[in-house]
């Protein structure tokens, strides 16, 4: 058949199944002796009016009825075959109709015919070329030539009122599978018993009983059992009446429906598919939901391989093929099976799992191409004895008969294999078995390329979380902390928030939080670049509006080198942040903000206070200077700095947030940590919406007995006196092992700062000495200049310069700081073990 006789066999058993046909049973003269109850709702005619009439003065054209005579006495109409004709109705007027018209043979011999018509108005699929300008006589078969007419895969069978086959078409029996000469003068439970039977002869009773036709029935072939097939039909049942309206028996119109159903099972799978796999960016996990859907809607048994790089998010090879007589590793990323703890597989899903290097898997991992067995061959000497001897016996205990090995492959890279196995469905895969697999695997594919991609980029976020917050961040002697960072952006783990607690000299802490806007990587990265830079600036013991300002410089900086080139610059970096210094040998703390949320302070009783502290603009818009406020703090006062994210509610004011803070803040009972945990707990939107970062410092100070310190006029008679006081407190403090370095470098600073700072003191001649016992021993020097000492390397020939470079040397480090009055340069040294 042509494309177009294959059009009219799909629409013609579309049309079976749509609707409920006329259907009359013609004897071999083309006599009407059964009249169903919608041929007399089609045409008019009653089955009184009917029956004994020729079927052929129902058509229109005289040609018509004339061919259609000559046919049925020369039986040239065989087989089953369609088309479309005008029929006359009883009130006179013309219908097109859709014709099909099948032989029957009879038990008696004789030959019949059953006539299935529809009104073709009901029928907007049938071929728009089959119509009725064109006569029936000009497609009728005559005894010269072939038929023309499309011939039809429909099964009809005819049944007495004792539901006994009395007439059958040739295709019935090619379609169910009973045989003529089995099915004719017998009942269907007789030539096929079971349950199948017995639920269509109910359903024949019930069509003989009501008269109203039963249509699209479902049934399976009745198929030996040694046929593997799963084919599956559906049928229509209608009650054929004679001249005197009683029931004369059943008409069976049946239709092959195994390819369509299979076409919407697989459309089934397919739309499971799109909504099981790929759930998560988990690739075991993806993996194990391939292989639940597999089984059992395609198998009994299926794995999910993976190479092991791809959990991992590396970069798998193109062809996974042996190297070196070595085949790469597998991961089993999922197991499914019909029985309970899968016993069929040699491992557990997550195991390593070995390759053979002769087997259809290697042939698969080289082609890149689908392994199809659908007879397994499980037999002595197959590649399984030889190379795989443990996987051979599990095949043999497990009945295993078919089997498909499908490549799991995404962007040109092989990132694992499937495999697909019967065992108690004796059906054999097939070529459409195999093409839903690939399919499936397809699928999964992307789901798996995602998550590896997804693994990849996760870890390079946490490898740049990890290098851009504090890995162990602690207040020394200054403060306790505690903090919580939460990104919004949960997949990477990563956002715009940061935060820093950074020693500063003269066991003083900076705290520093900050938020760029946005979030994931590239909030990130810019917030990374505002890390960097405050740390520098943090340790150039700035005051912080200064530290600020100069902030506020950099974000400007890096805002024009990211803007294109003749286009005006665009704030590209939004940010806002809050610097604090605490100095715990006089408990008080320099704050400066810009743009950012106030901070808390909890007093040690547990009353919580937003200090008045200028707002100050967010950083990268250089439009007014920043403000610093110092305040006096008690010993055990803990300072909160926070992120908006952790305050801001969509609808609602910011101070409702606030209040919200201060509630959760005044918990004084609890320790440190706990106080954060519960604060974020508490306080955090869900879902999240925007990062939270809350960092917690309780505040310490030092004792009168860990701080010494005297004036000095600036005279080089009293270094030597200096150098006294400075060893006799060592002596005090039991660190008797650091008085010769210490006096090395009091005597350096004590010369360094009246040599180069009686030039600019301002007539204020006098000379700071400040030693403090903490985490480290601090040695400061302080005088009114503003000169920023240097260290050089000196000549030989050079009488001066080398006192710095001394105290570099003595020191674990070193440096200066301004102050309103002048400058401190300091050292600090490690303390004994001892001590």
């Known amino acids: 058949m042509g494309s177009s006789a294959e059009t ?184 096929a018993p079971g349950a199948m039977a017995e ?29 593997r097939s799963n084919r599956m ?82 970069e798998p090879l193109a062809h996974l093929s042996p190297q070196g007589g070595r085949i790469p590793v597998f991961r089993r990323a999922g197991l499914a099976s019909i029985h309970p703890r899968t016993p069929e597989s040699l491992f557990a899903r997550g195991e390593p799992v070995f390759v053979p290097p002769t087997s259809p898997f290697t042939g ?33 205990e497990h009945a295993m008969h078919s089997l498909m090995i499908v490549p799991i492959k995404a962007r040109g890279a092989m990132l694992g294999v499937v495999v697909f196995v019967r065992t108690e469905d004796a059906r054999p895969f097939e070529e459409d078995d195999l093409l839903l697999a690939e399919e499936l695997v397809s699928w999964a594919a992307l789901a798996l390329d995602n998550a590896r991609q997804y693994v990849r980029e996760r870890s390079a976020a946490l490898a740049l979380q990890r290098l851009l917050l504090p890995h162990r961040p602690t207040g020394g002697s200054a403060a306790d902390v505690a903090w919580r960072y939460l990104p919004a952006d949960s997949h990477h783990g990563i956002g715009g928030d940061w935060f820093d607690v950074i020693p500063l000299s003269g066991a003083r802490v900076a705290l520093v939080v900050g938020d760029v806007v946005g979030h994931g990587i590239n909030a990130a990265a810019k917030m990374g670049q505002l890390r960097t830079a405050m740390r520098t600036l943090a340790d150039m013991d700035m005051p912080p509006d200064e530290v600020l ?51 808390a302070i909890i007093d040690p009783y547990g009353h919580v206070t ?100 005297w004036q000095f006029r600036s005279d080089p008679a009293i270094v030597g006196h200096a150098r006294t006081l400075a060893t006799r407190q060592l002596t005090q403090w039991g660190l008797e092992q650091l008085a010769e370095s210490t006096e090395l470098i009091v005597s350096e600073l004590f010369t360094n700062a009246i040599i180069h700072g009686s030039s600019d003191c301002n007539g204020d001649r006098t000379i700071g000495l400040r030693l403090i016992r903490h985490e480290m021993l601090t040695c400061e020097v302080s005088d009114a200049s503003n000169s920023h000492p240097l260290a050089r390397h000196a000549r030989t020939t050079d009488e001066h310069g080398r006192g710095l470079f001394l105290v570099n040397q003595l020191s674990r480090r070193w440096g200066t700081r301004h102050t309103s009055d002048g400058k401190i340069i300091w050292a600090d040294q490690q303390l004994p073990t001892s001590a």
């Open 233 to 314: 039909l559906t049928a229509s049942y209608v009650r054929l009446d004679d001249a005197q309206g009683r029931a004369l028996g059943v008409c069976v119109v049946s239709v092959d429906v195994t390819d369509s159903r299979r076409a919407r099972e697989r459309l089934a799978i397919l739309g499971e598919a799109s909504r099981r796999i790929g759930t998560t960016l988990d690739v075991m996990q993806t993996g194990q939901e391939l292989a639940d859907l597999a089984v059992p809607l395609l198998a009994d048994y299926a794995t999910v391989d993976l190479a092991e790089s791809v959990p991992l998010g590396e």
């Open 610 to 709: 937003f200090p008045d502290l200028p707002t100050g603009a967010p950083l990268g818009l250089g439009l007014v200077p920043f403000e610093s406020v110092t305040w006096e703090l008690a010993e055990g006062s803990v300072l909160a700095l926070y992120t908006d994210g952790l305050v801001e509610v969509r609808d609602q004011d910011i101070s409702a947030g606030m209040n919200r803070l201060r509630a959760a803040l005044a918990r004084p009972d609890l320790t440190l940590d706990d106080l954060c945990s519960s604060a974020v707990d508490t306080l955090r939107a869900k879902p999240p919406s925007d990062d939270v970062t809350l960092l917690l410092a309780r505040t310490r100070s030092l004792n009168a007995d860990q701080v010494a310190s």
């Open 364 to 396: 698969v991992l080289r082609s890149g191409k689908s392994h199809f067995e659908p007879m397994l061959d499980a037999s002595p000497g197959t590649w399984l004895d030889h190379h795989d001897a443990a996987r051979a016996q599990k095949l043999r």
């Open 8 to 191: 009219a066999v799909s629409e013609a058993q579309t049309a079976i199944k749509r609707v409920r046909p006329a259907i009359a049973l013609l004897d071999e003269q083309g006599t009407v002796v059964g009249w169903s109850q919608a041929a007399q709702r089609l045409v008019g005619y009653s089955a009184m009016e009917a029956v004994g009439r020729s079927a052929g003065v129902l058509l229109v054209a005289a040609d018509d009825r004339a061919r259609a005579s000559q046919a049925a006495r020369e039986s040239t109409l065989r087989g089953c075959w369609s088309d479309v004709t005008q029929v006359r109705h009883r009130d006179g007027r013309s219908i097109d109709v859709c014709l099909c018209v099948s032989s029957l043979s009879g038990h008696d011999g004789r030959d019949w015919w059953v006539v299935c018509a529809a009104d073709k108005a009901s029928l907007p699929a049938w071929p728009a070329k089959a119509t009725a300008a064109e006569p029936l006589h000009a497609r009728l078969p005559s005894p010269s030539r072939l038929p023309l007419p499309s011939r039809l895969p429909i099964g009809v069978v005819i049944r007495d009122t004792h539901l006994r086959c009395t007439q059958v078409n040739h295709t019935q029996g090619s379609k169910d599978g009973i045989p003529s000469h089995k099915r004719l003068g017998r009942r269907l439970t007789e030539a």
């Open 549 to 599: 300002s100069r902030l506020d410089e950099q974000v400007i900086r890096l805002t024009e080198a990211e803007a294109e080139p003749r286009h005006q610059v665009t704030t590209a970096m939004a940010a806002t942040c809050l610097y604090a210094v605490y100095d715990p040998v006089t408990r008080t703390c320099t704050m400066a903000r810009a743009g950012h949320p106030l901070p």
């Open 199 to 227: 639920m269509l002869e109910a359903v024949m009773h019930q069509v003989l009983e009501s008269g109203d036709p039963a249509i699209n029935v479902d049934y399976q072939a009745f198929l030996p059992a040694n046929v």
